[in-house]
């Protein structure tokens, strides 16, 4: 269809329509028999092709056709062309009401109805009563769907139609179930074309449709954005679907890959600058890197793998960690709320998601981001709203949510006085049992002494500490030499051998970067040998960014996390997103620590 303006408003959609109809296609309003039919032995290949398109995707039609049914309804289905080639109802299924198969329901033949403006417009459409251009449509009520593919072309249109009786909430209600099976027959084919890529769920809470699912956003390896469904452009907030094709997933979304595959299964919002916020679930687990420029093929891609850490593994070389990890799993899950403390890279995080991994709805708010502004007051305000409302899967009650204030001891007055609040309406309000939130604090420092300098207001403190843990630091865990080589086999794939002199220097060293610290010299020391064997380990170089030259590297006779950062954003030219990712941090993460050791990028 060719002089369509595209997302008009109805009312002007509508009339650019009619306008067509007179004075492009020269069509009559008073037709007696407007709509064209064509011979049966032209319906079958059309039904046959469309049926292809769609992956055989009958199941959701039939179940259609039976609500529709049910409603006095007639469900419809076109090709792209418009052509009708299935029709189900109460009755006959080649004719209802003079609908029949094999009607053109081009707009050019069939001037003005839902299905005709569904396929020109490219939306949802419905069009009610006298807003039909023929008088012999005017006593229907149709509302259409196009169909689309995993590349969002128009492959077809659904509609109901039935007859009209001036009640607008007829159309509201077929365009949800319409848009239901629209969505799910385009995401059959999305998950199918793009299942070699990593597949991320994104909704906007509280604003979904009713029974619309979430749109579908493909990502390659390398953490680009592939293809996304119909609407995903609109949820991120830009113009065109086209604008998602090509960036970075990070840059859109406000979070990578990696972090979100660290938490399969669950579901994490974030919000991007100023953008809304967002649900994002990955469907499908990230899939390891094929290559890196500047290693050869033994370069093990296991190095890269996000790590899946089990409460065991974090226990490992430390009594004292395991008696941690064992209170904290025993809080969360009876529902007490969970402060845990303790140096950068003692485990905080890792912790917090092996706690968190199967939980259906968890919100992460980094409060050292946080500053006093409008657009963070609001952002705040709509986390607690989002943990006022209920999680309903699609059988069974309602599911508890998951609220983690990272960097708690940091947090701002206003922010303290919100979570303060929604605390108090849980503990106090009867109708909110049924939802509950899990609070899990993190801290740098301690709350109590944040509380002791007047910075943290007691009473809340009170609230989140139902237990408070901190987590040992790295120099007083008893076996690291264990711990090293349990971290080796999860960065390599494989078991690592490590040399007694490597064992004597990781003993030796104070590792005050903890784990973390830890983490990244033997990840880089994997990257300059074979990834099997580490005979010796340089404690206190920072991991560089720079794949290719892994030997430049400048050495601190201790741990210098802000001189690591610096030197993973040279090396990745200033690319926030490509640093995060080498280190093992989130964006948000980098920004802060930007901010903490005052690192700005050059003009």
Known sequence: MSGTNHQLPTARAINSSWHRCEHVYNLKRDAGHPILRLQSSEIAPRLEALVTEVGGRQGIFRKLARLAAAAGHCLVVTDKDGILVRLECDGDEVDWNGIALGSVWDERVAGTSGVSMALSEGREFTVRGKEHFYAKLRHFSCTGVPLRNASNEVIGAVGLTSIDQGNPGTGLFARQLLSAAASRVQQTLFERDFSDATIVSVAVPGQRELVKDAELVAVDDAGYILSATSSAHEVSGLHARENLVGLAFDTVFG??????????????????????????????????????????????????????????????????????????????????????????????????????????????????????????????????????????????????????????????????????????????????????????????????????????????????????????????????????????RKLAGHDVDIAKPAIDAIHAHRWDGNVRELRHALQQVLLQGDGKRIDRIDVGAPMHADLARPRNLRKYGVFDEGAMILEALRATNWNVSKAARHLGMGRATIHRKMKAFQISRPT
């Open 255 to 488: 979070t990578d890959l990696p972090s979100l595959d660290r938490v399969p299964g669950r579901v994490m919002s974030v919000r991007k600058d100023r953008g809304p916020l967002l649900d994002l679930w990955v469907r499908t687990p990230l899939q390891a890197p094929r290559a890196f420029p500047g290693f050869s093929d033994r370069t093990p891609t296991g190095i890269w793998r996000g790590l899946q850490t089990s409460m065991a593994e974090l226990a490992v070389g430390s009594g004292t960690m395991a008696e941690i990890c064992k209170q904290a799993k025993a809080s969360f899950e009876n529902g007490i709320p969970l402060v845990i403390e303790g140096e950068t890279g003692t485990g905080k995080s890792a912790l917090v998601s092996t706690l968190i991994r199967d939980a259906h709805h968890a919100l992460t708010v980094d409060c050292a981001a946080l500053s006093d502004t409008a657009d963070d007051r609001d952002y705040i305000r709509s986390v607690v709203d989002q943990c006022r409302l209920p999680v309903v899967p699609e059988s069974g009650p309602a599911q508890s949510k998951v609220l983690v204030l990272d960097n708690a001891d940091e947090m701002p007055a206003f922010a303290q006085a919100e979570i303060r609040k929604l605390v108090d309406d849980m503990e106090g309000n009867p109708s909110l049992e049924c939802v509950p939130v899990k609070l899990i604090a993190t801290g740098r420092s301690s709350l109590r002494q944040a509380v002791a300098r007047g910075s943290f207001r007691e009473d809340l403190y009170y609230m989140l500490a139902g237990l408070s843990v901190e987590l040992p630091p790295l120099r007083n865990r008893e076996a690291l030499g264990l711990l090293a080589a349990v971290l080796a």
